[in-house]
């Protein structure tokens, strides 16, 4: 059975809801492989957008190599460290209602064992088993291990595998550091009047890349996906481009 954690002491509201949300998510490997998803190949993806569109933008100012590069590694170090942090807390929330969930479903086990034994063979009938034969599983998970039974099948939740925020934080850091390098390194390269269009070029092409990555992981249509990806970037540098032409020519 479960440990006495919580044991006669029933969960604040907090928790109740924190536990209602997890009942609602019944696939944790998909959201786990999402995870990765987001923190890694979007992650790139971001870090190409933003550090071309500020570069491009500052390219159209000044020809001045050390002011791009001042500004790309200022974005490049800005927006990592952004989304690490913005990830770590993401994923920290994430976790604390993973447990909240948990320490509820103690609470329910160690008080209302009956209840959370007819609850556990209802949600296993659900899912194509007999009424007898889904009572008998239930019976046997409860004894095996009733808390990590209840959250497998009624949170969709692996207490072994709880998100981990460090290593979100840490995976969406590299992941938009290498994407923000690729922009920085394309226009700092070539000479002043190639800049531009090799920057545009070598950003584009990334950028399908990464929509037919982020497609093939995701499961979706890869035409759509890069269509999406390429034009974003292509407007972020135009604009960027633009005003940034402006402002040089007015300053």
Same mark, same amino acid.
């Given at each position: 059975?479960?440990? /006495? *954690?919580? !044991?006669?002491?029933?969960?604040? @509201?907090?928790?109740?809801?924190?536990?209602?949300?997890?009942?609602?998510?019944?696939?944790?490997g998909i959201s786990t492989r999402l995870n990765w998803l987001r923190a890694g190949v979007l992650g790139a993806n971001d870090g190409i957008i933003s550090t071309a569109g500020l570069v491009v933008g500052v390219a159209g100012a000044t020809?001045?190599?050390s002011a791009i590069l001042a500004a790309g590694v200022a974005g490049l170090l800005a927006g990592s460290l952004s989304m690490?942090?913005?990830?770590?807390?993401?994923?920290?929330?994430?976790?604390? /209602? *993973?447990? !909240?969930?948990?320490?509820?479903? @103690?609470?329910?086990?160690?008080?209302?064992?009956?209840?959370?034994?007819?609850?556990?063979?209802?949600l296993l009938a659900e899912r194509g088993l007999s009424r007898e034969v889904a009572r008998q599983a239930a019976e046997q998970l409860t004894e095996r291990d009733a808390l990590r039974a209840?959250?497998?099948?009624?949170?969709g939740i692996n207490p072994d595998e709880l998100a981990n925020p460090w290593h979100a934080a840490l995976a969406s850091l590299v992941a938009f550091t290498v994407g923000a390098l690729l922009p920085l390194l394309?226009?700092?390269?070539?000479?002043?009047?190639?800049?531009?269009?090799?920057?545009?070029?070598a950003v584009l092409g990334a950028l399908t890349l990464c929509g037919v990555i982020s497609a093939r992981l995701g499961g979706a249509a890869v035409g759509r996906a890069v269509?999406?990806?390429?034009?974003?970037g292509a407007v972020a540098m135009g604009v960027t481009y633009a005003v940034g032409t402006w402002l040089g020519t007015t300053a």
């Open positions: 059975m479960t440990g /006495s *954690e919580g !044991a006669g002491k029933r969960p604040t @509201r907090a928790h109740i809801e924190a536990h209602g949300a997890g009942a609602g998510s019944q696939s944790a020809t001045s190599r690490a942090a913005g990830e770590y807390v993401s994923v920290s929330s994430q976790r604390d /209602s *993973e447990r !909240a969930a948990l320490d509820l479903e @103690r609470w329910e086990l160690d008080e209302e064992p009956e209840a959370e034994l007819e609850e556990l063979t209802g209840h959250a497998r099948v009624e949170l394309a226009i700092l390269l070539p000479g002043p009047s190639a800049r531009v269009p090799v920057t545009v070029v269509v999406r990806n390429v034009a974003g």
